[in-house]
């Protein structure tokens, strides 16, 4: 079984700046890619970006490209979603996903709200 732990500020005006985390634990196969999703309110929970864990290779939807940037750390086995340039459309609950093949694990969610 896989935890993912996540962490980050929860409030942020627009034009600022962010940063989440999203420690896994647990097996693995080494071989995984963490996404990150939000759900802005009252609607569906929409892809963000994600990372490959091995090579590094990040993805970005055109909502947030340009703007938020995914990296990862791997002495401390932690991913960032680093949110700058904030926008007021960009408040929702914010999820990483461990995808390892056939298995996906959900971290649980912290709120983000960007004030105007």
């Known amino acids: 079984q896989v935890q993912l732990e996540e962490s980050g500020e929860g409030l942020g005006r627009t034009g600022g700046s962010l940063r989440l985390s999203c420690t896994p634990s647990?097996?693995?196969?080494?071989?995984?890619?963490i996404g990150w999703f939000r759900r802005p309110p009252g609607q569906e929970r929409e892809f963000v970006g994600a990372i490959t864990w091995f090579g590094g290779s990040a993805d970005y939807s055109d909502s947030v490209k340009g703007r938020f940037t995914i990296s990862r750390d791997i002495p401390k086995n932690t991913v960032y979603l680093q949110m700058d340039n904030l926008k007021p459309e960009d408040t929702g609950v914010y999820y990483c996903?461990?995808?390892?093949?056939?298995?996906?694990?959900w971290g649980q969610g912290p709120q983000v709200t960007v004030s105007s």
């Open positions: 647990g097996h693995t196969s080494g071989d995984y890619a």
């Open positions: 996903k461990l995808q390892d093949g056939d298995y996906a694990f």
